[in-house]
């Protein structure tokens, strides 16, 4: 069994990863959304105001170079004349004052995330002058970046730091645990009265169930929440296993072995137990004896690079990166908890992704059997988004060597949108909207793939997710202003 790795630079000694779908965490957030009435209007080229969404009347007499759709808690960033930020609520009033800091917002589980940051020149001392040999002078100043990370509704600061710009790695990725816990940046919170409160700090990774994993270079341990014993300890690193076969003892020398080696290892082995626990949440034991195996997958045992635990499932996977005519690909077996072998499985919720984000496992074959296909067809990178469920976006090369992309269904088993498109971006997976461009360099269009019908009938050079669309006007200036993706409204004069 094989596939087409999706990008042609994919390495297996530098790239793959591997992830289980994100459960839905609309419950656990549902109660504190807000119903946000109020959108940026467009006056002109280069003014916003805020309107209702219905009537389009503006809700205060305030205009803004630029302005975001309100979250879901009911915040926006606005920028003034001066190209300075700020964050507003829906009446208008300012919550962070202006300033030429730059202002990202982020919610989780019901409480506003701020980031602010602002890029400078900091004079160094003078062990630390950028010294140029070739007579150029010498820089005595670095870029830095001066952040600030905290929680809206209560004012909270969690972190302001400067920091070089190269090391600037501060990104509002939180992460929720449950209702009531967050993880971000190495830390897992407790929200109490709308403040993040440390409950755990140094966690490597944070797993499914409410786990997580402690340690440093040399150890590790796995510790459930709110417990203060830890579930597995003791762990170390490997890139080696050792298989029982029959008197056989197989030895797999350098799995999982990638350009940069990760802060937690793909495989941990307990010391005490030699049990290993395989990469990506580390729940279950890789078996130490094969008991039932045939001659050939014995010998695809033997080869095989790359080993991970599918999850919420019996099974682990096997993988041999394979170049085969010109085409990247991989081979694939499996082996379950018992020790039993497998040439194929049921589906499973369960992703591989390479470096770049592209799906390697399941594999195209998998997703888009060869009877549904023409038989000129190649095939490129496949991409898929949580939330997507059975469908898939797919790159073919036809016998003109013309390529396209469509959605592929692979639980229908037929195309959603088929491959006709230049390119074919994701703006809500649950509502199953999307934007289309027929060709390079077109316009792209508005598309409901569950009525199959377009929305509105004006194409943009640009769509966002959150509405943003680009256009050129007559004199050939690009211009910027929101659209309701579900309806194709324009906000704008």
Not at 165 to 186: A, P, Q, T
Request: overall charge neutral; hydrophobic content about 35%.
């Amino acid at each position: 069994m094989k596939t087409i790795v999706c990008s042609i630079l994919f390495v297996l000694a530098s790239v793959t990863a591997c992830t289980q779908e994100p459960k839905d965490n609309s419950t656990l957030t549902s109660s504190k959304m807000k119903t946000i009435n109020n959108v940026p209007f467009l006056i002109g080229h280069r003014n916003f105001v805020y309107v209702d969404r219905i009537s389009l009347k503006p809700v205060n007499n305030q205009k803004y170079q630029s302005a975001t759709p309100f979250t879901s808690t009911g915040f926006a960033v606005v920028v003034n004349e001066k190209n300075e930020y700020a964050v507003v609520d829906e009446r208008g009033n300012i919550v962070l004052d202006f300033s030429t800091e730059e202002i990202n917002l982020n919610v989780i589980n019901g409480l506003t995330l701020y980031k602010k940051d602002i890029e400078y020149q900091k004079k160094m001392p003078i062990w630390k002058w950028d010294w140029n040999i070739m007579g150029s002078g010498i820089k005595k100043q670095q870029t830095y970046h001066k952040i600030k990370v905290g929680v809206l509704e209560s004012q909270q600061v969690l972190l302001h730091e400067d920091v070089p710009y190269l090391e600037d790695n501060y990104y509002l990725n939180f992460m929720s645990v449950d209702e009531n816990h967050v993880f971000w940046n190495g830390t897992l919170y407790e929200i109490k009265k709308k403040r993040l409160n440390k409950i755990e700090n140094n966690i490597a990774e944070m797993l499914e169930n409410k786990r997580f994993i402690k340690g440093s270079s040399e150890t590790f341990a796995i510790y459930g929440l709110n417990q203060k014993k830890a579930i597995h300890d003791g762990l170390k690193g490997t890139d080696a296993l050792s298989i029982l076969f029959g008197k056989e003892t197989i030895m797999l020398k350098e799995v999982n072995k990638e350009r940069y080696e990760p802060e937690v290892p793909k495989l941990l082995v307990d010391r005490k137990t030699n049990d290993v626990y395989p990469f990506p949440q580390y729940e279950k034991v890789f078996p130490k004896e094969i008991k039932k195996a045939t001659a050939s997958q014995i010998d695809f045992i033997k080869k095989a690079s790359l080993v991970y635990s599918i999850t919420n499932s019996p099974y682990f996977l096997l993988g041999i990166f394979n170049y085969d005519h010109d085409v990247w690909a991989y081979d694939w077996l499996y082996i379950d908890t018992e020790g039993n072998v497998a040439d194929s499985i049921d589906n499973y919720d369960f992703k591989v992704l390479d470096q770049v984000g592209n799906l390697v496992w399941p594999d195209r074959k998998m997703i888009l059997p060869d009877q549904y296909i023409d038989k000129n067809w190649k095939f490129g990178k496949i991409n898929y988004y949580t939330g997507m469920n059975d469908s898939y976006l797919i790159r073919v090369e036809n016998e003109k060597q013309l390529r396209t992309v469509g959605l592929w269904n692979s639980g229908e088993k037929s195309w959603g949108i088929r491959p006709e498109y230049h390119d074919i971006s994701v703006l809500d997976t649950e509502k199953q909207i999307y934007a289309l461009q027929k060709e390079q360099d077109g316009l792209y269009m508005l598309f409901d793939n569950k009525s199959k019908k377009n929305i509105g009938s004006k194409a943009y050079k640009s769509i966002n997710s959150d509405g943003l669309v680009s256009v050129k006007d007559r004199s050939g200036q690009t211009m910027y202003y929101y659209i309701d993706i579900y309806s194709g409204k324009e906000y704008k004069e």
